[in-house]
């Protein structure tokens, strides 16, 4: 079941449910006591369920080795959440941001402005939002690039996207099972298949 689902209304505090139009971005700074990485999408709050081994491990490496091809003023940042509108604030996997963004221990989400690239590893309880929804919300965001991890045979692919400025939707940029080579948002080669390490009994 997914995890959105598992908090009914009857047992949610009166602060967690949502005012007639839905909450706002500024609300995930003012909640108290919200689960750990709390999204909003179309107003509404959505609550993660525990992450996968699989998730965890290939975000991990992914972000340790995204490191090594960084332009100068960029940086690479895990479980941030960024505005993508009044009622938008979804918490990509990770993000890449670049010089204009403002870093420092007072942040606690990025402008859609900000962001260079957006991550999301696929989980069951995430599958619609990350390959429909969320990719649809960062594109009219103008969130440059997108790439999304599925886990195929016990390894990740990284299906690739690019904002088309003129529609506002992202085109397809391959699908990248064993290596990730490209030249933009900037230059990458990374060897996809160090990203997961599964071990068996």
Known sequence: MPAETDLTP?????RLLPPPRGFVAADL????DTPPHTELIDGALVFRAPRSHFHQSTLFRLHLKLEDFLPPGHEVLQEMSVKLGPRQRPEPDLIVVGPEAIIGQEVTCFEAADVVLAVEVVSPDSAVRDRERKPVRYA?????HFWRIEEIHDRPAVFVYELDPATK??????????RLKLTVPFDIDIDLTTLYRGRTR
Do not use: C, I, M, T
Request: net charge negative; aromatic share 4%.
């Open 29 to 32: 700074d003012r909640l108290p």
């Open 10 to 14: 009857a047992s949610l505090p009166d």
């Open 169 to 178: 939707s992202y085109a397809g940029n391959g699908v990248h099972h064993d």
């Open 140 to 144: 009219e965001a103008g969130v440059p």
